[in-house]
């Protein structure tokens, strides 16, 4: 029995939506490491929990960021750029705080895995973690 070109034509259609629906499950789980974060990944309020004073980022779906080094107050800007958050150069206070470790004014990228984010300098070194809050 011989089919006709118009079956094999909806047989070929139907194999190539299926294709399609699976490669799009397959690149839909983000934040992992190694795997494109998405804007869900990142945006939130995340910080050094048990830092006195506070140090945290707080990361708008708008793309900036502001946030406090536990001295200084930050501002900037932060995008997407495959597994990695660059950060735009931050504008801050100029406060003087004795005894306060402020490492976070120097991040200029970070990766995500799950709620920790790993703060890199601008050698790509880590400097220091934060927690997702929110």
Known sequence: MRHSSAFAVRSFVLVAAVGVALAGCASSSGGGS???????????????PKSEPLVYLELVESGSVSGSDGCNQLNGTWKIDGSTIEFGPFAATMMACEGVDTWLSGA???????????????????????SKTS
Do not use: Y
């Not at 190694?34 to 050094?48: H, P």
């Open 34 to 48: 190694g795997s494109a974060l998405t804007t869900k990944d990142v945006t939130g309020e995340w910080s050094q």
């Open 108 to 130: 200029t990228s970070a990766t995500v895995s799950g709620d920790e984010m790993t703060v890199l300098d601008d050698g790509g070194k880590e400097i220091g973690t934060l």
